[in-house]
């Protein structure tokens, strides 16, 4: 878990929008948290093969003891990262030419994941991002310990997601409807059987898998005071730049 200053950038639509001039205006910290927690700062004991991957379906479900650090209070997830296992020694760019990634919550408890995608969706299931989706590690090994995160960029702008950890899990859901190239030699951990993958994108049921190690980016909730000015100053920008 990771905590540190920044102006959250992120591209939305309606009320997400408005909600998040205020975060941006008011330089909320974010807060980074890795799933499994365990693994945080230890190395996985699988990867993805290199080769992966043609046009597919995964998903993943997230426990929400893993994301203690928000308080059990509702928070913005605003980007995500998986690491690299340690067999990638050297910088390159995963290109993924169309993602779409919804989120969602599962119930309380734990997460007896359905071999049918949809059966795991929760009724708050959104569209986190569509579009292109580039991985960028710059880290360079052989050496000990699990590799840097990728850099995840999203061209076409995300739309945050409101996950409340006191709700239930976070399920992951994404269907690359072009594929990956390069592999990402994703860490992963065998022993953690938390994913479901299929080799179409148009699947209806996956195969259970081993949990890849993702990175979480949250900021928090701004107090509706801070919506409100930061929307009025929005909305002043706005104005003067049609006068």
Request: net charge negative; charged share 15%; aromatic share 10%.
């Amino acid at each position: 878990m990771k905590f540190r200053p920044a102006c959250a950038a992120v591209v939305s639509i309606g009320t997400a929008l408005l909600l998040l001039a205020g975060i941006r205006c008011a330089q909320a910290a974010e807060i980074k948290i890795v799933s499994p927690g365990a693994y945080e700062d230890i190395e996985g004991e699988g990867a993805v093969g290199e080769d992966c991957c043609d046009p597919y379906r995964f998903q993943q479900v997230f426990p929400a003891e893993d994301f203690a650090a928000l308080g059990n209070q509702p928070h913005w997830i605003v980007g995500f990262a998986n690491r690299p296992d340690q067999s990638a020694t050297s910088p390159g760019t995963v290109l993924f030419p169309d993602n779409e990634i919804r989120l969602s919550t599962m119930p309380v408890g734990p997460p007896n994941l359905s071999l049918v995608f949809d059966d795991n969706l929760g009724p708050d299931v959104m569209q986190f991002y569509r579009g292109p989706l580039n991985q960028v590690t710059v880290d360079a090994g052989p050496r000990p310990g699990p590799r840097e995160l990728y850099n995840s960029e999203f061209p076409a702008g995300v739309t945050p997601y409101l996950y409340d950890p006191s709700q239930g899990n976070l399920l992951f859901d994404v269907i690359s409807w072009q594929g990956e190239s390069p592999s990402a030699r994703s860490d992963q951990v065998p022993g953690i059987r938390t994913s479901l993958y299929a080799e179409s994108p148009s699947a209806t049921e996956g195969n259970r898998g081993a949990a890849v190690i993702f990175q979480f980016t949250f900021i928090p909730v701004p107090e509706p005071s801070t919506v409100l000015l930061a929307a009025m100053a929005s909305l002043g920008l706005l104005l003067r730049r049609r006068s």
